[in-house]
């Protein structure tokens, strides 16, 4: 990974907090999902990565 995609990375993550910070909830769900589709396109099981309650 060279230095300009680390770049897009850390803005991408930024603008998601942002986004978290002003819809609460229902974004933090919808960044979930896309996260989950994502690790799972790449063949990484999501459900060792869950928090337990």
Known sequence: MNEQEMKKIAIEKYINIQ????HGQEEIEYQE????????????NTEDLEVKE
Do not use: H, T
Not at 19 to 22: G, M, P
């Open 33 to 44: 999902k896309i996260a989950k589709a994502e690790l799972q396109m790449l063949g990484i």
């Open 19 to 22: 986004r978290i910070k002003k």
